[in-house]
């Protein structure tokens, strides 16, 4: 059993993901929005101002979703899925991806 994790960088991505992921049988995924420290190094602001901006929410953020595999053929499946959608991984402004083995899962319902 695997934890999957994605950063995508563009959020219009989501809904093909997602669509995707429903196709292959894949229907627990959770999302959070989130932040890479490249976009609070590359503006003339103080720490404090880019802060305060994410805070209001007029940085661009990134979308990162977690989903529990259990099928390792299905997990190889939704990262083929992930880069038929945003591209190439090795590119900038795709995303990021990896997966976290897990031990001990409880609260999953099929």
């Known amino acids: 059993m695997q934890l999957l994790v994605m ?22 995924v959770t999302v959070l929005d989130s932040y890479g420290s ?10 404090f101002g880019k802060l305060s901006s994410i805070a209001d929410g007029r940085k661009k953020h990134n979308k990162t979703i977690f989903s529990i595999i259990e099928d ?4 190889e499946e939704a990262i083929e899925v992930v ?14 991806l990896f997966t976290v083995p897990l031990g001990i899962v409880r ?4």
């Open 107 to 110: 609260g999953l319902t099929n």
């Open 38 to 47: 490249g976009h609070l190094f590359t503006e003339n602001l103080s720490i």
């Open 72 to 75: 390792p053929e299905k997990l």
């Open 7 to 28: 950063v995508v960088d563009k959020e219009e991505d989501l809904d093909e993901i997602f669509e995707a992921f429903i196709d292959i049988g894949i229907k627990g």
């Open 83 to 96: 880069e038929n959608i945003v591209g190439d991984l090795n590119q900038p402004h795709t995303a990021v």
